[in-house]
């Protein structure tokens, strides 16, 4: 195509709201000073969107993956393949994939501490790691990565897999680990597999010398692990196969580099990009316009410190996160305007009066230099409602972000 | 969930109009008072509302199935089902039901009065329901109710039956009561049934004791029934199989009962409750704040006088209606505003010009104290048009009744 621009979606997640009467009855939003949104609001086009549908909470995984033109209801894969893509892991359509915690058992297989103490050395994590990494139970292959504190993914690879299986984590201390039953005929090998895995991991675990430090240490041992979030990872078109677009992901979560690579983005590392306040906006900024400058057609940038201060309550963190990221995206604006098109949102409500993720519709505003401009002032979940663009889907995002960049090709002739 | 609350539909049937020429180019809800209606304009959401789709007149029946959070054109039964369930018959899957005429008929079958006199004794009504409530027809069981004047309501129930049959109405007296006839060749039984019906109720009826007496006080002898309005009851999953919910259902006329106790709602009654303009608003408005208060998830009240006076012409009366109901709302408000999310809407316009359905859509909107506001400060079919929710369908209402309210599931993690 002759002009194309990249497509740059920036998502502060979980940033709606509602009006806080301790505030003015203003949103964070409108409490903010964003005076580079608030540009993108004067010369763009603003909408409300329902990102999933009207009435219907979204979880971040599912809303992000009908913010990449996916329509959820047909290829949501669970939790646990987005997480163990993001965590590193190769799942493969097939395969069925789990988040999955570090516990302490007794001999009895009863959960003795759900997180086997929480902290963990590099050491620790690498021993642990190794061990379960690779096991082979019947013709399935175990792939496992530790990511976080007692947190990792794990993903079984092999022929008729399927997640519809019973919890094997009985989510207490004092009950046994449960045995996982099919939920549907064609699941009963996938919770056989389950079932001896549980098993296998704990006999060796237990033995190794990390665990017998921990517990010389008076630590509890890392001798088991508790897996849930089954999901089964089904092929989806990726968007290079959709619409022949080479297409980045920025972002300091592991679900939404999962959800990103799910779809069939790279993922480009930032340094000092964490999912808090603390990220490095600048570095975020600055890799973002290498993408544009070489040859990404979209990038998708996350932003997660929004959500955070939205589950803590934090209001003052909640506004400054928004300001963070405001500034951030000047900065990318005075170095490649005239190269993209532009979609700032969120991809749910958090309110910080409930701190949980509610189906309030969020503000989006889409920009470029040529898009023909609305009567809306501001970004906000309040001035959004007067954009040309009136009340749009998560779905609707996509089609006109690459319709707009140049990369959907003319319907008829 | 933890934060729930009731969710309120008020629907003012036939609300919506168009511009008054004669009273200042206004519609009645612009004309009309409406103090409670307008708080919630300010202060929650508005939207206007196809309750169908664009350019679709509604059916009152079809409009209250979208409205209930069911397609009408997968799920539409046909109005006999409705008007049975609404006039106490137990209706069920599989069963055929139609609306019914007591008619006077000659010994040649043909009609001399589609409505046999019209007026009715209870006596009357009693015996000649006795008389046909029960029948046998082959493997088919006849229930019957008689309702108002000459009205009654008729299911068959039985193996095979489908509704795609022709009518036994002639609609005109001095022709023969019609031989029904299969639409499709699975109807064919059902066809059978109901000619013998005709032919086997006219031989019961026509010598009633009530019959004798209606000929010797100059009256026509109901001595027939013209049943129309065949509809097939399909099973719908109900609102508790969809939504988890118990429902309610606050309304005066037998088809409003009828839709929302075929979508799973318990018919909650309230002494003086009418289809007219002389319902008692008060008892309305206080049961329905019995049922928020004993812990209904979902209460639907429908006031039907708004639609009358509009099929009259009456202009007054359509304003008196609508301000009587803002009344009504006001005192449930000010006992329960921190309990419910509401909706306030129309099913349908019906123009005082043309006293008939017509495509207009409805203003409508939502409140709770915490939705967030829009610009709109009247409720109106002109005001709603600036609403942040800008133009719905009736199928969204449900969904953001509930989610509001709590009861829909966060979709994804």
Tied chains: 1, 2.
Excluded at 8 to 30: A, S
Excluded at 241 to 255: P, Q, T
Excluded at 398 to 413: D, H, Q, R, V
Aim: hydrophobic content about 40%.
């Amino acid at each position: 195509m002759s002009d194309t621009r990249t497509a740059l979606l920036l998502v502060m997640d979980g940033v709606g709201d509602r009006l806080l009467p301790d505030r003015g009855n203003r949103t964070p939003l409108q409490i903010a000073s964003t005076p580079n949104f608030d540009t993108l609001a004067r010369q763009g086009q603003s909408a409300l969107m329902n990102v999933i549908g009207p009435g219907i909470t979204p979880g971040s995984d599912a809303a992000h993956l009908a913010l990449f033109g996916y329509d959820p209801v047909e290829t949501y894969p669970g939790r646990g393949p987005l997480e163990a893509l993001g965590a590193g892991l190769d799942s493969k359509p097939g395969s069925v994939a789990f988040r999955s915690n570090f516990a302490t058992v007794d001999d009895d297989f009863v959960v003795v501490d759900r997180r086997a103490g929480r902290e963990f050395t590099e050491e620790e994590h690498a021993a642990l790691q190794a061990a379960i990494d690779g096991m082979v139970i019947d013709d399935v292959k175990v792939h496992f990565v530790a990511t976080v504190e007692h947190r990792g993914a794990l993903v079984l690879e092999g022929p008729g897999l399927y997640a519809d299986i019973s919890e094997v984590d009985p989510h207490e201390t004092g009950k046994r680990v449960l045995i996982s039953k099919p939920l549907r005929p064609d699941a009963k090998k996938t919770a056989d597999v389950v079932n001896k895995l549980m098993r296998q991991v704990h006999l060796k675990l237990r033995d190794l010398p990390i665990n017998k430090d921990r517990v010389d240490r008076g630590l509890p041992p890392a001798n088991a692990i508790l897996v849930r979030g089954a999901g089964r990872h089904e092929e989806v078109a990726s968007l290079e196969e959709k619409y022949h677009i080479r297409s980045a992901v920025i972002a300091g979560g592991a679900l939404y580099i999962g959800t990103a690579k799910f779809v069939g983005m790279e993922h480009v590392t930032v340094e000092g990009q964490t999912g808090t306040i603390d990220t490095n906006f600048d570095n975020i900024a600055q890799k973002t316009i290498e993408c544009v400058n070489s040859g990404y057609n979209y990038v998708f940038v996350h932003i997660k410190a929004t959500d955070n201060a939205s589950h803590d309550g934090n209001t003052d963190e909640k506004i400054l996160a928004i300001e963070r990221t405001d500034t951030m995206l000047g900065k990318i604006i005075d170095a490649v305007s005239d190269k993209i098109v532009i979609a700032v949102t969120g991809d749910h409500s958090t309110p910080l009066s409930t701190r949980e993720h509610a189906c309030d519709p969020v503000p989006i505003v889409f920009w470029s230099d040529f898009i023909r401009p609305d009567d809306v002032e501001r970004f906000s979940e309040i001035d959004a409602a007067g954009g040309a663009l009136h009340t749009i889907r998560g779905l609707d995002v996509m089609p006109l972000l690459l319709g707009y960049s140049g990369y959907i090709e003319k319907f008829g002739a």
